[in-house]
């Protein structure tokens, strides 16, 4: 079947530790995206990807890395600069102004 | 910058109720817009695609509509079940851009 694939599902990160979250897509995309979610609040930009080995900043990419070394992969890495990431991460592909496919997402706690 | 707007922020309504979300944008400069359904804890599932060009979407007992001049687009649920219990975005696509612009969802609740 084709799809996106989050993982973890869960992760924990201690204070000062960097974490990457994992996102798989088998569906050709070229464009691939990160938000978070947080309660009450829409999904906000990260970072987004349109082709291999490019990548944009979203609108809170502050604290946050990411690569895309092959079209199918696009990890986000969580930094300890970034000071609040406790929150619900999404991982999404598209062509080109077609429709967005979701994974299932990552959801991230300080402990 | 884009701002999309969902009112109402959440509803309740007995089941069999046909029912209408609303979605709002502030720049008409869309691509397209989309209507997104997220079940608690999940991820989200791409319900309606609307291009710029086109006034309505069809799938099901869904129907989206688009008036792209107004900022505004309709998300209309006939014959609502309580399966259809779950938080309902709409996203814009700006012209010229490859990134969606969320508005925060309408939480819906279908009463048996």
């Known amino acids: 079947d084709g799809g996106i694939t989050q993982s973890p599902k869960y992760l924990f990160r201690k204070e000062g530790q960097n974490v990457t979250l994992s996102c798989e897509q088998n569906?050709?995309?070229?464009?691939m995206y990160w938000y978070r979610q947080d309660p009450g609040q829409g999904l906000r930009l990260i970072y987004y990807s349109q082709i291999v080995n490019d990548f944009q900043k979203g609108d809170i990419a502050e604290g946050y890395s990411v690569s895309r070394e092959k079209k199918e992969s696009f990890p986000l890495t969580v930094t300890s600069a970034q000071k609040n990431p406790t929150a619900f991460y999404l991982c999404?592909?598209?062509?080109?102004?077609?429709?967005?496919?979701f994974g299932q997402g990552t959801r991230l706690t300080v402990v | 910058k884009q701002e999309v707007t969902q009112i109402p922020a959440a509803l309740s309504v007995p089941e069999g109720e046909n029912l209408v979300l609303n979605c709002s944008f502030t720049?008409?400069?869309?691509?397209?817009l989309q209507w997104f359904r997220q079940d608690p804890g999940k991820g989200l599932t791409s319900l309606l695609l609307?291009?710029?060009?086109?006034r309505e979407q069809t799938s099901g007992r869904l129907n989206a509509s688009l008036d792209k001049s107004s900022g505004r687009s309709t998300l209309y649920i006939a014959a609502s079940q309580p399966g259809d219990s779950a938080t309902y975005l709409c996203a814009v696509t700006q012209t010229g851009a490859n990134n969606l612009f969320f508005g925060t969802g309408t939480r819906l609740t279908v009463i048996p």
């Open positions: 569906l050709n995309h070229d464009a």
């Open positions: 720049d008409s400069a869309i691509y397209n």
């Open positions: 609307i291009q710029s060009s086109q």
């Open positions: 999404a592909s598209s062509i080109a102004g077609g429709k967005a496919f």
